[in-house]
């Protein structure tokens, strides 16, 4: 597969990841080189990265927890004071090897320390491939409230290996295909349609779709790299997702949902409001609901929880001069920007959910 290059980044695949990364590091001078990793990505991804990597004579593995509960401005802090202890300085670099936790916090470690120091990321989750390796956002979450403190900044590049996803229970992989899914129903309906049946899908295929995925993400923030119009599209699903996953994390009689789940929910709801508001086909969003449902199964969201789930979208970074704009779809493929939507609309789209 041929490299892309988003904006000022370019994102390299597989074997031609590792020769590029090698060549990056020979040409760099790096003072330092720093790997981030979490428990599960240093014993299941850090030794085979290693042994494809030439002339890492001085580098510092630095192990944090894994999981959203530690994507804090704690264990930032905890980073910094372990780079000043090993003396990195602004000529060193950081590479982030882990999901999108890492690739977020990594990316604004390395955004923040001395004001500044290179990173590279390696996603190693599908999630993280598909969403994360484009648009350089980086950041962490505020209590329970999703990436409320952050920065967009590129990374020196992205190195995609899809053997890594092979170390991802499936639960993890279909957490990632949420993104897919969002891509092909706010750009695409071909695209969409590939994910008609997702039992038959192959590694190979895998590797085609993330390949395309990436394309119509980096075709949508080469136009919009601040968020101003156009790339507002890519949270789709992600207004009510976040507040619904927010509400699961900090709630202890709700088990955590991962984020592709949380956004999975999302899209039924915003498909089922945009057939309210915009003209939606009803039998497309019966069909949307279904095959959602039959990916991630149904979470018990009762009638007690849609108040305190609405009252969490006041917190959404998209939010503006008060309002809370949600991307609602005219159809697949065709998403409109910036609708507001009263609250009466919201829970009858939890109640099409239940139903």
């Known amino acids: 597969m041929n490299s892309i290059t988003a904006n000022d980044c370019v994102i390299h695949f597989n074997e031609s990841s590792y020769q590029a990364l090698n060549e990056h590091l020979k040409t760099s001078n790096y003072s330092k080189v720093f790997i981030i990793v979490d428990e599960n990505t240093h014993k299941y991804c850090l030794p085979s990265f290693l042994e494809n990597i030439e002339g890492l004579n001085d580098t510092e593995i630095i192990e944090i927890e894994s999981g959203e509960t530690n994507k804090t401005i704690e264990t930032c802090v905890g980073?910094?004071?372990?780079?000043?202890?090993?003396?990195?300085?602004?000529?060193?670099?950081?590479?982030?090897?882990?999901g999108g936790v890492i690739t977020d916090l990594g990316g604004f470690v390395a955004s923040t320390f001395k004001r500044g120091i290179k990173f590279i990321n390696v996603p190693t989750s599908l999630l993280s491939m598909v969403d994360a390796s484009v648009g350089g956002k980086t950041g962490v979450d505020l209590g329970h409230l999703k990436n409320q403190i952050g920065v967009i900044i590129n990374p020196e590049m992205v190195m995609i290996n899809t053997e890594f996803l092979k170390t991802l229970p499936n639960i993890q992989l279909k957490s990632g295909m949420a993104e897919m899914l969002k891509h092909g129903l706010i750009k695409s309906k071909a695209y969409w349609e590939k994910f008609s049946d997702l039992s038959n899908l192959t590694y190979k295929d895998l590797d085609e779709l993330i390949y395309e995925s990436i394309l119509i993400k980096k075709d949508i923030v080469d136009q919009d790299p601040y968020e101003k119009k156009l790339r507002k599209t890519l949270n789709f699903g992600h207004t009510l997702g976040h507040a619904i996953e927010s509400y699961f994390l900090s709630n202890p009689s709700k088990k955590e949902l991962l984020h592709g789940e949380a956004i999975a929910i999302g899209m039924i709801l915003e498909t089922h409001i945009s057939t309210s508001l915009l003209g939606f086909s009803e039998d497309l969003c019966q069909s949307i609901k279904a095959l959602m449902i039959k990916t991630y199964g149904k979470e018990q969201i009762d009638a007690k929880d849609f108040e305190p789930i609405v009252q969490l979208l006041k917190y959404d970074k998209k939010n503006e001069h008060g309002n809370i704009n949600f991307v609602l779809l005219e159809k697949i493929g065709k998403p409109k920007i910036d609708c507001t939507v009263d609250e009466e609309l919201i829970y009858n789209a939890f109640k099409f959910y239940n139903s």
Do not use: P, V
């Open 79 to 98: 980073i910094w004071n372990t780079l000043s202890d090993l003396e990195a300085d602004r000529k060193s670099l950081i590479i982030n090897l882990g």
